[in-house]
């Protein structure tokens, strides 16, 4: 009988009355009580809010969302409403400037933007261009864009401008991406790329490394075709067939009529937007070459092992670089200070504001002399 009451007792000891187990502060555990020593009590922790637990309301709160069962504080219920947003003023225009005297490269801003009677010794401005792109007529899924990389045919290579070509996808016709650029000399679809400029450690596809064009800034003008990519391809995502670049230069053209520049993955897309940089060439300026390019891409529908033709193609796209030539009197639409060969003025929109009144004597050609950003032609 002893043996069995010690026993008895050794199990009954393993399950302990509510209430028999107390923590340092005499908190019942079992009960649910831990000791906050912000209140100096015991709580429930998912009764009565606990400092100890959070630092602010939006902490507590957070916690609360991320599972963590705590209370807050009622207050942190109250919803604080944003105050009521300031009302934009539009800044004060420029009063006009009254001094007699010229200024060949216009007038100093001050830290308002606004002329002073101080002249501009800084002879650096950029040349307004204007720059011919091809028409968007006639093409089903894609619309040509040319970029002048060079500053109106200046700040490269002497005698040569350099181009970037591009591809921009129309919207609402179930375009994937672009994955080609195709010739094909049994249906007359010759891809022809005029004679450019090619760097000694320049690459034929996928751009230029930027390291490379810091260490050798003459590749920033090197001459290449891609497809979206212009980081010099490092991770291999491009790939040709059929092309011999070898008699490619500024002499000689390339014509590819049974070769093509490919994604190594046709189901990739390489680019975030819509426009798709197809390659950059620097030729000699004012010969104004024209290249012909035939690009295929998937459907939004494709599917592998899908049956039927799940891509589309465009076909004789052209391109005419023809270097871009000096505007006369024109103000660029992101120009905010124009020197009309006299005086400075505020431009906004392309529209003149303030401007500096003095009598000249003699004027020079009109310009731009700051654009917005500093982003020029």
Same mark, same amino acid.
């Given at each position: 009988?002893?043996? %069995?009451?010690?026993?008895?007792?050794?199990?009954?000891?393993?399950?302990?009355?509510?209430?028999? %187990?107390?923590?340092?502060?005499?908190?019942?555990?079992?009960?649910?009580?831990?000791?906050?020593?912000?209140?100096?009590? /015991?709580?429930?922790?998912?009764?009565?809010?606990?400092?100890?637990?959070?630092?602010?309301?939006?902490?507590?709160?957070?916690? @609360?969302?991320?599972?963590?069962?705590?209370?807050?504080?009622?207050?942190?219920?109250?919803?604080?409403?944003?105050?009521?947003?300031?009302?934009?003023?539009?800044?004060?225009?420029?009063?006009?400037?009254?001094?007699?005297?010229?200024?060949?490269?216009?007038?100093?801003?001050?830290?308002?933007?606004?002329?002073? /009677?101080? /002249?501009?010794? &800084?002879?650096?401005?950029?040349?307004?261009?204007?720059?011919?792109?091809?028409?968007?007529?006639?093409?089903?899924?894609?619309?040509?864009?040319?970029?002048?990389?060079?500053?109106?045919?200046?700040?490269?290579?002497?005698?040569?401008?350099?181009? @970037?070509?591009?591809?921009?996808?129309?919207?609402?016709?179930?375009?994937?991406?672009?994955?080609?650029?195709?010739?094909?000399?049994?249906?007359?679809?010759?891809?022809? #790329?005029?004679?450019?400029?090619?760097?000694?450690?320049? %690459?034929?596809?996928?751009?230029?490394?930027?390291?490379?064009?810091?260490?050798?800034?003459?590749?920033?003008?090197?001459?290449?075709?891609?497809?979206?990519?212009?980081?010099?391809?490092?991770?291999?995502?491009?790939?040709?067939?059929?092309?011999?670049?070898? &008699?490619?230069?500024?002499?000689?053209?390339?014509?590819?009529?049974?070769?093509?520049?490919?994604?190594?993955?046709?189901?990739?897309?390489?680019?975030?937007?819509?426009?798709?940089?197809?390659?950059?060439?620097?030729?000699?300026?004012?010969?104004?070459?024209? #290249?012909?390019?035939?690009?295929?891409?998937?459907?939004?529908?494709?599917?592998?092992?899908?049956?039927?033709?799940?891509?589309?193609?465009?076909?004789?796209?052209?391109?005419?670089?023809?270097?871009?030539?000096?505007?006369?009197?024109? #103000?660029?639409?992101?120009?905010?200070?124009?020197?009309?060969?006299?005086?400075? /003025? @505020?431009?906004?929109?392309?529209?003149?504001?303030?401007?500096?009144?003095?009598?000249?004597? @003699?004027?020079?050609?009109?310009?731009?002399?700051?654009?917005?950003?500093?982003?020029?032609?």
């Amino acid at each position: 009988m002893l043996l %069995q009451g010690f026993i008895l007792s050794n199990i009954f000891s393993q399950f302990l009355l509510p209430g028999s %187990q107390v923590d340092d502060h005499n908190c019942v555990m079992d009960g649910g009580y831990t000791w906050c020593e912000s209140s100096n009590s /015991c709580v429930r922790a998912w009764e009565t809010p606990c400092e100890d637990n959070f630092n602010n309301c939006g902490d507590c709160l957070d916690r @609360q969302k991320s599972g963590e069962n705590i209370a807050c504080p009622s207050n942190c219920d109250i919803r604080v409403i944003d105050p009521m947003p300031p009302i934009a003023v539009d800044p004060m225009p420029c009063p006009d400037v009254m001094c007699m005297m010229y200024c060949p490269n216009g007038n100093k801003i001050d830290e308002n933007g606004c002329n002073i /009677c101080e /002249c501009n010794f &800084d002879e650096t401005t950029v040349p307004d261009c204007e720059l011919v792109q091809p028409s968007c007529d006639g093409y089903n899924y894609v619309c040509p864009k040319v970029t002048e990389i060079t500053s109106c045919n200046e700040n490269g290579i002497d005698g040569y401008t350099t181009f @970037q070509v591009s591809l921009i996808t129309k919207k609402n016709k179930n375009i994937k991406n672009i994955y080609a650029l195709f010739g094909d000399d049994q249906t007359d679809r010759n891809m022809l #790329i005029p004679p450019s400029y090619q760097g000694s450690r320049g %690459q034929n596809i996928g751009g230029v490394q930027s390291y490379l064009s810091e260490i050798i800034p003459i590749l920033r003008y090197d001459s290449w075709l891609t497809i979206g990519v212009t980081d010099g391809d490092t991770n291999n995502r491009l790939s040709t067939i059929g092309i011999d670049f070898a &008699d490619w230069d500024e002499n000689t053209a390339l014509e590819i009529g049974n070769g093509a520049l490919f994604v190594m993955d046709p189901e990739e897309d390489l680019v975030l937007g819509n426009e798709y940089v197809v390659g950059q060439f620097t030729v000699l300026t004012g010969s104004n070459p024209e #290249i012909i390019l035939n690009v295929q891409g998937k459907t939004l529908d494709y599917e592998i092992n899908s049956i039927g033709d799940k891509s589309w193609t465009e076909e004789n796209i052209r391109f005419n670089l023809i270097s871009p030539r000096i505007s006369e009197g024109t #103000i660029p639409h992101n120009c905010e200070s124009w020197y009309d060969g006299c005086n400075t /003025c @505020q431009v906004t929109s392309g529209i003149l504001g303030g401007c500096t009144r003095m009598m000249c004597f @003699q004027t020079d050609n009109p310009r731009c002399l700051r654009y917005i950003n500093n982003v020029g032609h």
